[in-house]
């Protein structure tokens, strides 16, 4: 006979042994953007940064950074551009119920886009695992993604501390996987919670890939 649980709360979940449940659950919230307009504006305005942003450009030659990213040279986006203030305001409420469903008591009070970059991607560019800190949720918005584009590979938190864990079978379900490949299309959102490694894999593309990232606290 099985071993019987003494807490109330226990639900057989499909697909689980009697008397098993997953515990711990990482969110990871995907959305569609539909504002082709929006996604226009975004793109001439990365472009017009990766072309005016001197000190942005000379941070990527330092740093081997493939393309062009603001990330390290200009905070202030939504004030210089109106296309990236609209962005913000779409985002909100976005944030809001990715906070909802990640159960995330924050006093009353809503998640605030504190940070915002973009990212302009070359053919073979990619950027290693890392994580987000003095932030609670991060995101990216991908405004063009060619064919061949990188995706955006998450680690399981857990991956330090699993010790002489063997492999999963090839049909584990995302929640048993120790990595996930999330594949974006032109106007994908994702968020996820800032500690949560991630890295951008290698872009087999022959065009560029845009994406603008934030943080918000």
């Known amino acids: ?24 659950a990482t969110p990871f919230y995907e959305a569609q953007l539909d504002d082709g307009d929006l996604l226009a504006e975004l ?17 990527c030659r ?13 905070d202030d986006l ?6 990236f203030s609209a962005l913000v ?14 159960h995330m008591d924050l006093g009353g009070r809503a998640p605030k886009i504190d940070s915002l970059w973009v990212n302009l991607l070359k053919p073979g560019g990619g950027h290693s695992g890392h994580i987000h800190p003095h932030s ?29 864990a063997p492999t999963r079978t090839p ?22 919670e800032s500690w949560l490694r991630h890295e951008v894999m290698p872009s087999s593309a022959r065009a560029d890939r845009i994406s603008i990232s934030f943080n918000a606290r």
Do not use: C
């Open 62 to 74: 330092a740093n081997g950074y493939r393309g062009y990213t603001s990330y390290a040279s200009l």
């Open 89 to 102: 305001r779409r985002l909100r409420p976005h944030l809001l119920a990715f906070a909802a469903g990640a």
């Open 171 to 192: 049909d584990a379900p995302e929640a048993a996987r120790p990595f996930v490949y999330a594949r974006p299309a032109p106007g994908t959102l994702f968020l996820w």
């Open 136 to 164: 609670i949720i991060s995101g990216t918005l991908y405004v063009e993604v060619p064919d061949g584009a990188g995706a955006l590979k998450l680690e399981d938190p857990r991956l330090p501390m699993m010790m002489a």
């Open 78 to 83: 939504p004030a210089r551009d109106p296309a």
């Open 43 to 59: 793109a001439h305005s990365v472009r017009m940064l990766a072309q005016d942003d001197g000190a942005g450009r000379r941070w």
């Open 1 to 24: 006979m099985a071993p019987q649980s003494s807490s109330p709360s226990l639900v057989p979940e499909p697909g689980l042994p009697s008397g098993m449940r997953q515990l711990f």
